[in-house]
């Protein structure tokens, strides 16, 4: 409805949530592991940017990735492919990744060998956000298919993350896509985001977002 | 976590929007208008679709259209154009309208006015679907840059639909869509569900997509 019981068990979930998110915060940074939280909507191309982003970056740095999704493996099986660890989250019902369930999923895993971990939150520009995973960086996609209005219309995605990565950009001319307008709206909800913009097709910006990675991973992450 | 008792709670607030659902379909069915919840992905094409489908539509049905939104009122400044009626429901960070929220919105319209209503859901491809908004047709939407796996990966909103319109195929030759893998995909978790393939730019498929709303109503709704 939401009822104020409703709202008081959700808070509870999430106050429960930042204990754990905290507790895995400091794992990780103990490991000397840089994690990352990415979310979109779904098809927005996650899958792709990190398939992309490992096979490029597995040469040269220890990496590996958890993947959420209501249903399937497909998602990870694809990224298995870079040769990198790849577990997969199975969320059911459930719209987000919680801070339990990446715990849960990590157990048995020595961070100590990682220098880079990515998160594939579920594909969804609302649930995720209120969810921190322990993340020293948040990044949000953008498709250049999704259109210039999405970080208006899902504002509290956009204002909680540290880079929004547009993709698709090969599709950019296709669909008549307005990037001075979209960085544009980004910038009014946040305005100290880091902005890229990447075809992982073509391969163009790939190498500033993976220098935004290093450069973050250096500087001792943003949260 | 989710506890037992949200469960608990979200249990109680799905019954009370199905008893609320319950009533708007009555009220629905008594006015003579055919009501179509309409979902997807955030930028699959919700809005344009709707544009081009009122568009057509409004010289020879009375439609009408209640948009939901987190933020912004874009999407029902858009569809206004049209010259049909238009509302909008902005949820806040409700991931998904609710049958209270369309009750609200509608308690000084003249239903009996109408013989279409279209109500654009979030974009969301999980949250909606628990909602029942008293609507007699349910229509979920596959963007072909989405990918063919997302049926696969949400399968509850595709389950719960009635037809499933693929839009932006005047895209698909740029994505690779395969759109029989997609069908496929579909049809695995919704063997019953009506198949739409269309493209709001160029009009392709609309006269079906038109012709299937049509048929539906005078088959008296699909709930």
Known sequence: ????????????????????????RQRFERAGVFVVNIMSSPGAGKTRLLEETLRRMAPRYRVAALVGDLATDNDAQRLARSGAPVRQIETGDLCHLEAHLVERHLADWDLDSLEFLFIENVG??????????????????????EGEDKPLKYPSTFAAADSAVQTKADLAEAVEFDRAAAEANIALVNPDIALLYTSAKTGAGMDEWITWLE??????GLR
Do not use: F
Request: hydrophobic share 40%; charged share 15%; with cysteine.
């Open 215 to 220: 450069q973050c991973r250096v500087s001792g």
């Open 124 to 145: 969804n520009l609302v649930c995720p956000t209120g969810y921190d995973l322990g993340e020293a960086a948040r990044v949000v996609l953008l498709a250049v298919t």
């Open 1 to 24: 409805m939401p009822t104020p019981n409703l709202l008081e068990i959700r808070q509870g979930v999430l106050s429960k949530n930042d204990h754990l998110a905290s507790r895995l």
